[in-house]
């Protein structure tokens, strides 16, 4: 099902760029201290800069926005990293409201625009082939329904909090998360609640505590 844009509203944070507040789960899609500061450290910084491979495969938890495919896409583009990324969302935003975000431009990176609005175009479940080394296959389905890629060298945690979603954040679903990883594998999140913590831990990941973004003192690295 897709969001209609009247359940949707976009704001401004402190960094300067957008995010947006979903009315249906009350909740922002990024922090209000910066959404692109907040993706860049928490899945670029602890999550891309801890994997020591030239080539890539990333799950992502939540397209939302797709500012943190754009930011992959971006890392490809100037590292040359080759990156297979997979992305699941079972709520896609209206294209109207994705072009109200000015991402590309304060990324530096004015050139990417269309290509980030038809990140959000195209269809589902069909690999796209964005940049010669930056793959994108996106999932309309939810996190328990999917079928997962094998092999995942990083995973992108970026679902909505357990106050709002707490079926996204069971043990089941980091169980399955786990069975589907290299040795290895990092799973990076801004969320850092102890029974979070513990549901990781549980399912045989090792979690630590490290300093978050702007506005968070905590968030999560677990590594298989």
Known sequence: MDLQSDSIRVERTKDGSATLYSKKYNSHYHSTYGAIQESRHVFIGEGMSRCAKSNLKILEVGFGTGLNALLSLSEAIDSGLSIDYHSIELHPLPVEIIKK???CCQIGKPQLKETFYSMHEYPWDAIQDIQDNF???KYHVGLSESEMPEKIDLVFYD????????????????KKIYSKMSTGGVLTTYCSKGDVRRAMISVGFKVEKVPGPPGKREMLVATK
Request: glycine share 10%.
């Open 101 to 103: 975000l000015d991402y």
């Open 135 to 137: 793959k994108l296959t």
């Open 159 to 174: 679902a909505f909090g357990p106050g709002s979603q707490p079926e996204l954040w069971d043990v089941s679903i980091f």
